[in-house]
Every structure is written in structure tokens, then in C-alpha cells.
């Protein structure tokens, strides 16, 4: 199968979500029929944490790589790559852990991975074809951030600030923010910016096109 890896990554608020269905509504509207594409989220890759109670699971910082469990990520994108479906972990952000379940992925033309630390890895890096970094102010990132964990992770106030005091921040410096340099186009504005989704629309093509 001839398919094509795109990284999108950047800061928790930056509009990766929103940059992705943005590309691919300008990719459907090629033919009328949705694209061909399968979103791969590195939020479901978090660790399973069932040695830990849930106080414990509070204190964990869920913004370093070694939250993740990103060889299970790599290992599902190098079978995608392969024509093989994947039975990728469902996380539950409320409990911080995954729930036993299981959520199918068809491999397809346009295997989008999205995620905050996806370029911090170099293997995970390394299967990308076009690496995507939305780069938005601190102050977008974490008025988002809030509204998110508040309305859909049933998250406190007092524990969105002391999360992104703690962990957030800091990760964003050490980790986020540096793996930018490895991009191939940097998006600034995130989703909103209709130049630059056109701009990834068309690379996409072209090289979908150099691969057919």
C-alpha cells in the first residue's frame, strides 16, 4: 500500500486537531468522498497505570515521553504502513488509565500521527514522511487547555493551573518547544491559518502523487 506518515505536533491547545480536519476537508473536496485517512492520536498511547491508586495517578507526569508507551505507537504505525490494522489502547483521561477496550485502525492512503511529543522521540521521527509543528501562543495553548480538561476530563480549576504549573510548563520547555526544530513546516496560528492548511493540502498531494 502506498501511503504516506504525516506528524502533526505542538503544544496542548496549539489546534493540532483542528489543522488536521482542516487538511483533510481540503483534501476530500478533491474528489467529494472524505480522504482516505486514518488519525492515529499519541494521547491513547499513555502507559497503563494499574499498580498505582488514584492519588497516586494525580502526581504522574503525563507531559514527559516516558508517560508514553511509544514503542506500541511505532510498532502500530510500522504495521499500518504494512496494509495491517491495529487494535490501538482506549484511555480514559478522567481515571488517568486505559479502560481494557479496544479501538480498530484501517490502514490508509493518509496515516496522520498527532500528538505533543511525536517529534521528541527520534524512531517515531524517523517513520514520518512530513513532520507538521502548529506553533501557537502560551496564552491560546492554555486558555484551551482549560476549557478542554474542564468541560471533557471533568477536571477542576485548581487542578488544570496546578497540572500545567507542574508539568505542562515545564515539559512544553524541555521537550515541546525543541522538538520544533525538527519540522518540516512550522504552522503558525494554528488551524485558522487558511494559507498555510492550503500550503499542507497541496504538499500532501504531491507527494501522495510521487508515491502512485
Do not use: C
Not at 498505582?52 to 515521553?65: Q, Y
Not at 488517568?96 to 517529534?119: D, K, M, N, Q, Y
Not at 512544553?172 to 493540502?201: C, Q, Y
Request: charged fraction near 30%.
Amino acid at each position: 500500500m502506498a501511503n504516506l506518515v504525516v506528524g502533526i505536533a505542538g503544544g496542548s491547545g496549539a489546534g493540532k486537531t483542528t489543522v488536521a480536519q482542516n487538511v483533510l476537508k481540503l483534501l476530500s473536496s478533491d474528489t467529494g468522498r472524505p480522504a482516505q485517512a486514518t488519525l492515529v492520536e499519541q494521547d491513547a498511547y499513555y502507559r497503563s497505570l494499574d499498580e498505582l491508586g488514584a492519588t497516586e495517578r494525580e502526581r504522574v507526569n503525563f507531559d514527559h515521553p516516558d508517560s508514553l508507551d511509544n514503542t506500541l505507537l511505532l510498532d502500530h504505525l510500522r504495521a499500518m504502513k504494512r496494509g495491517e490494522p491495529v487494535r490501538r489502547p482506549v484511555y480514559d483521561f478522567k481515571t488517568h488509565s486505559r479502560t481494557g477496550s479496544f479501538a480498530w485502525l484501517e490502514p490508509r492512503a493518509i496515516i496522520l500521527v498527532e500528538g505533543i511529543l511525536i517529534f521528541s522521540v527520534p524512531d517515531l521521527r524517523e517513520a514520518m514522511d512530513l513532520k507538521i509543528f502548529v506553533d501557537t501562543d502560551a496564552d491560546l495553548r492554555l486558555m484551551r487547555r482549560i476549557r478542554r480538561d474542564l468541560q471533557e476530563r471533568a477536571r477542576s480549576l485548581e487542578s488544570v493551573f496546578e497540572q500545567y504549573e507542574r508539568t505542562v510548563r515545564p515539559m512544553h520547555i524541555e521537550f515541546v518547544e525543541p522538538s520544533k526544530r525538527w519540522a518540516d513546516v512550522i504552522v503558525p496560528e494554528g488551524g485558522f491559518n487558511e494559507t498555510a492548511i492550503e500550503m499542507l493540502a497541496h504538499t500532501i498531494r504531491r507527494l501522495l502523487g510521487e508515491r502512485t
